[in-house]
């Protein structure tokens, strides 16, 4: 079983940064796709951006492509979502993911694990 913790989140003014940490444990994190999803209040989760296994394979959703960066280091079961430029609808409980399957998807219901979710706000 895995378990997935994530860290990082916290008020921020608009144009600012946050960096958000997933740590893994109780599996073999190089095995695992990782993926960062956001939940705002009312709304539905949200796909944010994935990193294959390897890391050698990122995707992000348009609405933060150029902003936020992926990326895992498979040594310390960590993956990394940096975020720049950020902006009030960035606001969301962000939720890291991990699935065991080859392929990546972007669906939410073919992940495996899921952490607590941190909560980022971006203030105007």
């Known amino acids: 079983q895995v378990q997935l913790v994530e860290s990082g989140g916290e008020l921020v003014q608009a144009g600012g940064s946050l960096r958000l940490s997933c740590v893994a444990s109780?599996?073999?994190?190089?095995?695992?796709?990782m993926a960062w999803f956001r939940q705002a209040p009312g709304q539905e989760r949200e796909f944010v951006g994935q990193?294959?296994?390897?890391?050698?394979?990122?995707n992000y959703a348009d609405s933060v492509k150029g902003r936020f960066t992926i990326s895992r280091d498979n040594a310390k079961n960590t993956v990394y979502l940096e975020m720049n430029s950020l902006r009030p609808e960035d606001t969301a409980v962000y939720y890291c993911?991990?699935?065991?399957?080859?392929?990546?998807?972007?669906?939410?219901?073919?992940?495996?694990?899921w952490g607590q979710g941190t909560q980022v706000t971006v203030s105007s």
């Open positions: 993911a991990a699935s065991q399957r080859i392929l990546l998807f972007r669906n939410p219901n073919v992940y495996d694990y």
């Open positions: 990193i294959r296994r390897s890391g050698d394979i990122v």
């Open positions: 109780g599996g073999t994190f190089s095995m695992l796709n």
